[in-house]
């Protein structure tokens, strides 16, 4: 039987219950998880280790008042797996750190807050086939000493550790003049769906299971979509939508030294934008896809010539324009209207640290 987590004991008593809800699964790459001062992983032979860390802040990757605990959970290593997807890795470990203010650790009808990041966090881990290996945990300093209104906030940092086949990883440096530029799924929902909660957070309470139709708070990362397209040796470049796609291409233009003109007819738009600019939420549905964010959708270039499967996995695939070589002082991304008219597309997906 699965244990839940009561404050009372502290620390030691946090990480055993951790210990004992961390899953073995994963294909045999962990030879020792929680427990010792470090994990051991073993990566299959002829392979080489992908790492990647992203923290998720409580007001600004997530709300307690907007996010049930198991959306933040599932959402901390979602970000992780994408990055792994981006790479064409397939995940070894995932190691946790949290940093929670002590309330978060009490159970309350049953179960913490704490308890329900987890199950949300596990359930995605067991999906994936990703061990918990392991982590770190810490108290969050109170707040309320400077007068704040709640006790502190909470904080979580995943770690992530892949393996993929040598010379094989997807880079955003490797995209060529020519190349056609695809998407999956769709863009612009997670960013609809975050404005949906924050104009009723109460209809989303209940949103507790990892299920389809909830592309910001239980997105779907491209592992498994990524790893057949590795496999194949066909693709050039890639990344993983985080920022927004007008900021996640100008990375892979950056990266590569090329330029990029999309077609914003091919843009998939997620129904949720467009029920967005239906109800004149925003003023255009493709303003969302184009700089909304946090879809964790694969975006890769291919040679022309290159078959890529309309459908991989389930999960279809959409070519949305070309690379171009870069001409001097030309704008590096370009968007062909409807019309057939050019504007430059800035990079106006999220960015830490500016006036947003
Ligand atoms: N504080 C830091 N110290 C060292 N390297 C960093 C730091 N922050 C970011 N990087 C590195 O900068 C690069 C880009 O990081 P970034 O976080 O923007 O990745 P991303 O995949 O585009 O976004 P996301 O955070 O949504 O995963 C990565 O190689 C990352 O390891
Ligand atoms: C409460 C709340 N407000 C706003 C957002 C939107 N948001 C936060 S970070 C980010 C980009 C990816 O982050 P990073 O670059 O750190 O990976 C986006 C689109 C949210 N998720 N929750
Ligand atoms: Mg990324």
Redesign the pocket.
């Known amino acids: 039987m699965k244990q839940h987590i009561s404050h009372e004991s502290g620390e030691r008593a946090l990480i055993a219950a951790i210990r004992s809800r961390a899953g073995r699964s994963g294909g045999g790459g962990l030879r020792l998880g929680i427990g010792d001062d470090c994990a051991i992983l073993r990566p299959p032979a002829g392979h080489e280790i992908v790492v990647?860390?992203?923290l998720s802040l409580e007001q600004v990757h997530f709300r307690r008042d907007w996010h049930p605990p198991e959306s933040v959970g599932h959402r901390c290593l979602a970000?992780g797996l994408s990055?792994l997807a981006?790479m064409g890795s397939k995940p070894l470990g995932a190691f946790l750190s949290i940093a929670l203010p002590p309330e978060l650790t009490i159970r309350e009808k049953g179960k913490s807050w704490l308890d329900r990041f987890l199950d949300g966090l596990l359930a995605l881990a067991d999906q994936a086939g990703v061990p918990l290996a392991g982590g770190d945990t810490a108290q969050s300093p109170s707040l309320a000493a400077r007068g704040g209104m709640q006790s502190g906030l909470a904080a979580a940092d995943i770690v992530l550790v892949g393996s993929v086949k040598q010379g094989r990883a997807l880079l955003r440096s490797g995209a060529r003049a020519g190349d056609k530029i695809y998407v999956t799924g769709n863009l612009g929902g997670a960013a609809a769906e975050l404005l949906a909660i924050g104009r009723h957070p109460e209809k989303f309470a209940g949103a507790h299971k990892m299920q389809a139709g909830h592309p910001h708070l239980f997105p779907a990362p491209r592992i498994l979509i990524a790893s057949r397209l590795a496999s194949a040796r066909r693709i050039h470049s890639a990344?993983?939508v985080?920022?927004g796609l007008s900021t996640?291409l100008a990375?892979i233009c950056e990266e590569s030294g090329v330029a990029a003109e999309i077609d914003a007819e091919a843009i998939p738009i997620h129904p949720l934008a467009l029920q967005a600019e239906l109800d004149g939420w925003v003023a255009s549905a493709l303003g969302l896809a184009l700089h909304g964010g946090e879809d964790y959708e694969l975006l890769f270039t291919a040679a022309k010539g290159v078959q890529i499967p309309r459908r991989v996995a389930s999960v279809e695939v959409h070519a949305i324009g070309q690379i171009v070589a870069r001409r001097g002082r030309r704008p590096s991304i370009v968007l062909r209207q409807r019309d057939g008219k050019t504007t430059a597309l800035e990079s106006g997906g999220w960015e830490h640290f500016s006036a947003q």
């Open positions: 990647t860390t992203d970000r990055d981006a990344i993983d985080s920022d996640d990375h």
